[in-house]
């Protein structure tokens, strides 16, 4: 009896202790995909930091079919989607609980990929009057669970060192830092106060849908693309942006003082766009201030970007003067709101911070994951399509496998066109076998 009351209060100490070990505990779900019924293992509601601030937001359910085939499953490879839009936390998915987002999930599932569905935090959470998920939480979050599939990667089905990561808009540029600043030790004092597992943080493919990035410079590169095209048509209300929401619009134009600022951040990106060097199959692309020049003939001609689309954001698009932008909310702390975090303003967030986030700050790290695949809408006007350009083209110059197109007819979204993403995801897990 002693001994067994022992037996139990180690358990229970290991258990409170949170040792972040995998649980093989599992139950049996359905799931339909087209018409066709699977049978898989459901591991649910992990959480992957120890010192977890609030479970909805970081804990994992983890997917993978039921076969009886233990070799297969352990080299399946792993899809992790995030569900972060506008920059908002991300709360914990289930397979079952019918959310339009999971068609991917459901894909990579019926497809023998392990799937990952987890919550991440974000600009809006709020407990107790304190905020506990701005910048750079999310990215936080996510390398946090990367390094626990990789720690468990003895016990867990499914192959930690084929991670695919996807995410739309906010979520599409936390999926291409995730696995751009891989291996560098600039989150590291993020991930030990969470008490993240002591382990590798990289993934292997990367797969992005409009990423809303580059934010310090997105307000010049939205006035540079939208530059004479002063009528809107934006959002109702600020947080609409988030690409998870229904849209609603309203039209105006923008007053004198507006077209003023649109001006001069407009020539502003032309000094910024030059000073990055890019060059397409060795030739230059520079802009005059004019505001033409070859890196717009790359958009126009080989990219096939229509730059008289109508615009949707009002001038400053990002970093707005009221603070009421996603991006504004992001750059909050604990206790503020919302920040500045552009050269626009006098009084802004430390630039350490903003560098956390920035994905210019990672595009030559021999270290990254090396396949990445971006997808913009040509309608889309949440951000300039020079924004994703720019990490493209900066990617390919630095030797990376970059897949990189904009889609006629699609707007502000994502996961539009899986066949496609599979059939590129097939093909880059059998590169390293
Ligand atoms: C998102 C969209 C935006 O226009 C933006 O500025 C930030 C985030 C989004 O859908 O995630």
Not at 30 to 55: L, Q, S
Not at 224 to 249: A, C, G, I, P
Not at 386 to 394: D, H, P, R
Request: net charge negative; glycine share 6%.
């Amino acid at each position: 009896m002693k001994k067994l009351l022992l037996t139990f209060s180690i358990v229970a100490s290991l258990f409170a202790n949170n040792d972040l070990r995998f649980n093989q505990k599992y139950s049996i779900k359905t799931i339909e995909f087209e018409g066709k019924i699977y049978k898989i293992r459901a591991y649910e509601n992990i959480p992957y930091v120890k010192n977890i601030i609030d479970k909805d937001y970081q804990s994992f359910n983890f997917y993978i079919l039921d076969e009886n085939d233990d070799k297969k499953l352990q080299k399946a490879p792993i899809f992790l989607p995030n569900f972060i839009g506008g920059y908002r936390s991300a709360k914990i998915t289930y397979i079952d609980d019918k959310s339009p987002f999971t068609q991917a999930s459901l894909k990579a599932l019926s497809n023998g990929y392990a799937v990952i569905l987890a919550g991440f935090r974000g600009a809006n959470n709020i407990k107790d009057g304190e905020y506990f998920g701005k910048a750079p939480a999310s990215i936080v979050d996510l390398k946090a669970l990367v390094r626990y599939l990789h720690f468990n990667d003895d016990l867990m089905l499914g192959d930690a060192n084929k991670i695919i990561s996807n995410g739309t808009s906010a979520g599409g540029a936390m999926s291409l830092l995730l696995g751009l600043s891989q291996n560098t030790n600039d989150y590291d004092e993020y991930l030990e106060k969470l008490g993240a597992a002591k382990a590798d943080d990289s993934i292997y493919a990367i797969s992005s849908y409009c990423p809303i990035t580059n934010l310090e410079n997105a307000d010049m590169a939205y006035e540079w693309q939208f530059n004479d095209n002063y009528d809107y048509k934006t959002l109702k209300f600020s947080d609409m942006v988030d690409f998870r929401k229904k849209r609603e619009f309203v039209t105006g134009k923008l007053n004198e003082e507006q077209i003023r600022e649109s001006k001069k951040l407009a020539k502003d990106f032309v000094a910024y766009l030059n000073s990055l060097n890019l060059v397409y199959k060795g030739k230059k692309l520079n802009l005059n201030d004019d505001l033409n020049g070859s890196f717009k003939d790359y958009l126009t001609e080989i990219l096939g970007a229509d730059l008289n689309i109508t615009r949707s954001k009002i001038t400053l698009a990002f970093d707005k003067a009221d603070l009421s932008s996603a991006e504004n909310e992001l750059f909050g702390d604990n206790t503020t709101k919302a920040n500045h975090f552009s050269q626009n303003y006098e009084s802004k967030t430390d630039k350490k911070l903003v560098d956390l986030m920035n994905i210019m700050n990672y595009l030559n790290n021999d270290k990254a994951a090396k396949f990445i695949r971006i997808r913009v809408g040509k309608l889309d006007s949440d951000t300039s399509f020079a924004i994703s350009a720019i990490v493209a083209l900066k990617l390919m110059e630095n030797g990376f496998n970059v897949d990189y197109k904009l889609v006629d007819g699609v707007g502000h979204k994502g996961d539009y066109d899986l066949d496609e993403l599979f059939a590129w995801i097939d093909e880059v897990v059998q590169e390293n076998n």
